[in-house]
C-alpha cells in the first residue's frame, strides 16, 4: 500500500475537525490499518485491519495502551525518541509487536499528531502495515490501486519488479506490443528489448533501482511480439511501496516510432548534405576545399614531427580523351586514376580531386623528400602500366606529378604553389614524369607573393595603362588595328604585361587590373582612323565571369563606340572552358559586331573544334611559329603548319593575324602563306594612347 504522507496529513485535519462518529467510521472502513491512541498510548480507537495484524479482537485492542503490546526492552528509547520528537511532523517508526496469539509481526507506524491551541499532543492519529516481505497484502493492495489508476490510462503502463517480471500491465501497454494481457503477466519486459540493447538498458535504469533517482527518461527501441521494430520514449520510476525492500517499477511507453524516423531521416539527409558538399560526386574523393582543409589541418597539427609531402598530380592529354573520344571515357579515365591514386598510396594519405583533371594528395610522416618522390614515382608507374576500360576500348593515360615537401611552419598554400610550379615542370619537360620542387621554385613563389602585393599597391596608385601596339597589313604596310596591351607605368620604368599578368590572374587582380585597360581601350577608339579597330584581351578569369559580355556591351553603348570597332582576344583554352551562361554572353557580344578573335592560335589541342563551335572571327598565330621562320635553315614543320594554319583559317572565313614579327624575311614569309596581318617589333612596340594614331 502506498502511503501518501500528503494526504494522510489532510486526513488528520478532517477527522480532527470532522464528527467523532464520522472519524469513527472513517478509521473502521479504512482499506489501511488505523489506530488512535491519546498522549499516554492509550488505544481510543481501531480498525479492524490492525486487529488483525496484532491477533487481538478488536473490542479488546481498544482501550489497551500501545506499551503493553510492544514486544520491546528499548522502551526506554522509545520514550526518549517520542520525547524528543517535533509533534508538528508526523513520526514514522518501525516496531516489533506481541501478537495476541503469541507470534510476532513488525510493523511500520506512522503517527500524525492532532494538536491543542498550545502545541500540545493531544491524540495521535497512525497508521500501521507489515514491514516483513513475506506479505502479499499491501503489494496486493498497490497493485489494484495501480490497476485502478492505470486501466483507463492511454500510455502503455507496466508494473515490474526489480528483475523486471510483468506484475501488471493496461490495455495500451498489451495493445502497444500486440499481447494479451493474460499472456504477458508473469513474463519478463526483457524480451521486447533487443539483445543488442540490453546493456545499455540496464545501465540507464540503474539510478532508479539503486533508489538514486525516482525516475529516469529514455528514448529506446523495442520489438513488438510481431517482430516489429518500435521506438519509445521510455519513462520508468520507483513506487515506494511501504513494507517492501525492493521497490517496484512503473514502466510507461509512448510510441514514437514515427516522430523517430523522420529525425533519423532529418539526420541522414544533413549526413549526406555534409558529405556530399566535402567529396567529389564523381570520384568520391574529398573535394578542392575540403582537401585544403585537410593539408592545412594537417600541417598546424602540433604531432607534426616529420615532413609531410604534397603531391600534385595531372592527367596528361585528357582534354584528347574527354573531348575526342566522349565524356563519359573521360569520366571513366578520372574514376579509374582517383582507385589507383588510392591504392597506390598509403592508408593513412588522403587523396582529393582538385577539380578537372587534377588530384592532390597529402603524404603525412615522411622521412623525407626521396620518400614523397618514390611514392609519386610509383603512383606514376602504376597508372603508366595499366590500361583503363572504356566503351570503345582501352585507353592508356599517364600523369605528371608535382611534388612538394613541408619545412616547419610551411603553410598549405605555400606547398600547392611548389607543388604546382613542379607540377608546370614536369609538363613543360615532356609529361609522363614526377618533379620534386626545389629552391628555385620557392625562391620563385616568394617572388611571386611579392610580387602580388605590389600588384596591389600598383593598382590603388592607378600604375596599370593601356598601351598600343599597331597591328600592320602585310601587303600595304598600313595600320589596320592596334591591340591594347597591360602597361605598370611606376615613374620611367614600364613593365610589360608578361611580368605581371599571370601573378595577377592567379591572386584575383585581374579582374580590376583587366577593367582598367578596357576601359581605356574603349574610350581610345576615337583617337583611331575611322577604318581601324581595336583588340584586347581578356583572361580565362574574366570572360569565365557572367558579367563580363553585359559590362563591355553597356560600355559601348554608353561611349557610343561602335562595337564592330572592338575585338576581343581569347586564348583556345580560356574559349574551351567557358559555362553556357558565358558562352552565351559572347555569342551576343558577337552578334552586337564585337569581333572575337583566338589568341595565341597553334598552341592548343583541339584548334578544329574551337573554330567550327565558337562565333570566332579572327586568328592570331603564336609567335612561336613566327620566330621558326627567321632561321635559315628554317623548320620545315613549322612552315608548314604555318601554312597549313593559314589554309585552314582561309576555308573558315577568318581573319589572319600573325604575332611576333621582328624581320621582313617571317613578314615576307607569312605573307606568302597567305597570312593578311601582322603584329611585332618590325612595326612598332605598345604606345602609350597619347600617341595615336601611330604613323
Ligand atoms: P599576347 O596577347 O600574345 O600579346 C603579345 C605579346 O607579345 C605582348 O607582350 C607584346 O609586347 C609581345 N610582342 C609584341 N611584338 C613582339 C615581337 O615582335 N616579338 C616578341 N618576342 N614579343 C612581341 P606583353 O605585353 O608582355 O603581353 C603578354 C601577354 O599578356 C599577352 O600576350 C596577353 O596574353 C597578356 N596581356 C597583355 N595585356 C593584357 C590585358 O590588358 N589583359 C589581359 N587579360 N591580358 C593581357
Ligand atoms: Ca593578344
Ligand atoms: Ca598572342
Redesign the pocket.
Known amino acids: 500500500m502506498t502511503v501518501d504522507f500528503e494526504l494522510n496529513s489532510r486526513l488528520v485535519a478532517l477527522l480532527d475537525n470532522a464528527e467523532p462518529a464520522f472519524a469513527a467510521a472513517f478509521i473502521q472502513r479504512s482499506p489501511a490499518g488505523m489506530y488512535v491512541m491519546d498522549h499516554s498510548g492509550r488505544i481510543d480507537n481501531a480498525n479492524e485491519v490492525v486487529a488483525e495484524l496484532l491477533a487481538i479482537p478488536l473490542t479488546e485492542l481498544v482501550g489497551l495502551n500501545i506499551w503493553e503490546l510492544l514486544d520491546l526492552d528499548v522502551e526506554d528509547q522509545l520514550a526518549a525518541l517520542i520525547n524528543d520528537h517535533d509533534w508538528t511532523q508526523p513520526l514514522i517508526t518501525t516496531l516489533p509487536f506481541q501478537r495476541g496469539d503469541g507470534g510476532r509481526v513488525t510493523l511500520q507506524v506512522r503517527s500524525h499528531p492532532v494538536l491543542d491551541e498550545h502545541g500540545n499532543v493531544i491524540h495521535t492519529i497512525s497508521w500501521a502495515s507489515r514491514v516483513d516481505a513475506d506479505s502479499d497484502d499491501s503489494e496486493a493492495a498497490a497493485n489494484d490501486l495501480f490497476r485502478q489508476a492505470t486501466e483507463s490510462s492511454l500510455v502503455a503502463t507496466a508494473i515490474i519488479d526489480q528483475q523486471g517480471t510483468l506484475e501488471s500491465i493496461n490495455r495500451a501497454f498489451s495493445e502497444l506490443v500486440r499481447q494479451p494481457v493474460d499472456e504477458l503477466l508473469g513474463t519478463n519486459l526483457q524480451q521486447f528489448v533487443p539483445a543488442e540493447d540490453r546493456e545499455e538498458n540496464d545501465r540507464l535504469l540503474h539510478p532508479v533501482r539503486s533508489g538514486e533517482k525516482d525516475a529516469v527518461n529514455f528514448v529506446a527501441r523495442i520489438y513488438r511480439s510481431d517482430g516489429v521494430e518500435l521506438w519509445v520514449r521510455k519513462r520508468v520510476s520507483l513506487i515506494p511501496i511501504a513494507n517492501r525492500q525492493a521497490p517496484k517499477l512503473v514502466v510507461q511507453l509512448s510510441d514514437i516510432t514515427e516522430q523517430h524516423r523522420a529525425e533519423i531521416l532529418a539526420q541522414e539527409a544533413l549526413v549526406d548534405l555534409a558529405y556530399r558538399s566535402t567529396h567529389d560526386d564523381l570520384t568520391g574523393l574529398l573535394t578542392r576545399s575540403e582537401f585544403i582543409n585537410t593539408l592545412d589541418r594537417h600541417l598546424s597539427g602540433d604531432e607534426l614531427t616529420r615532413p609531410a609531402g604534397l603531391l600534385f598530380i595531372d592527367v596528361d592529354r585528357f582534354k584528347a580523351v574527354n573531348d575526342g573520344v566522349s565524356h563519359l571515357a573521360g569520366d571513366r579515365v578520372l574514376t579509374a586514376i582517383a582507385q589507383q591514386t588510392v591504392v597506390a598510396l598509403r592508408p593513412h594519405d588522403v587523396v582529393g580531386r582538385f577539380g578537372g583533371d587534377e588530384f592532390a594528395a597529402v603524404l603525412p610522416d615522411l622521412s623525407g623528400p626521396d620518400e614523397a618522390f618514390e611514392i609519386a614515382e610509383q603512383l606514376r608507374n602504376t597508372i603508366a602500366g595499366s590500361d583503363i576500360a572504356v566503351e570503345s576500348g582501352m585507353i592508356n593515360t599517364t600523369v605528371s606529378i608535382g611534388v612538394a615537401i613541408s619545412r616547419p611552419g610551411s603553410t598549405g598554400q605555400e606547398m600547392l604553389a611548389e607543388a604546382d610550379a613542379a607540377l608546370h615542370l614536369a609538363k613543360q619537360q615532356g609529361k609522363d614524369r614526377c618533379v620534386l620542387a626545389d629552391e628555385q621554385m620557392r625562391h620563385d613563389i616568394i617572388n611571386r607573393v611579392e610580387l602580388a602585393q605590389q600588384i596591389r599597391s600598383g593598382l590603388r596608385s592607378e600604375q596599370f595603362q593601356?598601351w598600343f601596339?599597331p597591328i600592320v597589313d602585310l601587303s600595304t604596310g598600313l595600320i589596320v588595328s592596334y591591340?591594347?596591351?597591360?602597361r605598370w607605368v611606376d615613374g620611367d620604368v614600364v613593365r610589360?604585361?608578361?611580368?605581371f599578368?599571370d601573378v595577377a590572374e592567379e591572386n584575383g587582380l585581374?579582374q580590376e587590373l583587366?577593367q582598367r585597360?578596357i576601359d581605356e581601350a574603349v574610350a581610345s577608339v576615337r583617337l583611331l582612323e575611322p577604318q581601324q579597330t581595336m583588340s584586347?584581351?581578356?583572361?580565362p578569369t574574366?570572360v569565365g565571369t557572367p558579367q563580363f559580355s553585359e559590362r563591355l556591351s553597356w560600355l559601348l553603348s554608353s561611349q557610343s563606340v561602335d562595337p564592330s570597332r572592338v575585338t576581343i582576344?581569347i586564348t583556345e583554352q580560356a574559349l574551351l572552358e567557358l559555362s553556357p551562361v558565358c558562352r552565351r554572353g559572347l555569342e551576343s557580344l558577337r552578334k552586337s559586331g564585337v569581333g572575337i578573335f583566338v589568341?595565341?592560335f597553334g598552341m592548343g589541342y583541339s584548334s578544329l573544334a574551337t573554330l567550327r563551335d565558337f562565333p570566332v572571327t579572327g586568328i592570331?598565330l603564336d609567335?612561336s611559329f613566327t620566330a621558326l621562320l627567321d632561321v635559315d635553315s628554317a623548320d620545315d614543320t613549322s612552315a608548314r603548319l604555318a601554312k597549313g594554319l593559314a589554309d585552314l583559317a582561309v576555308n573558315l572565313d577568318l581573319i589572319r593575324i600573325a604575332?611576333?614579327?621582328?624581320s621582313p624575311l617571317q613578314a615576307h614569309a607569312l605573307a606568302q602563306m597567305g597570312w593578311q596581318a601582322g603584329?611585332?617589333?618590325?612595326y612598332g612596340?605598345?604606345r602609350p594612347a597619347s600617341e595615336l594614331p601611330l604613323a
Open positions: 593601356a601596339q591591340e591594347a596591351l597591360a610589360p604585361a608578361r611580368d599578368i585581374i583587366g585597360v584586347i584581351n581578356a583572361s574574366q582576344e589568341d595565341d592570331k609567335r604575332e611576333g614579327v621582328e603584329q611585332g617589333w618590325l612596340e605598345a
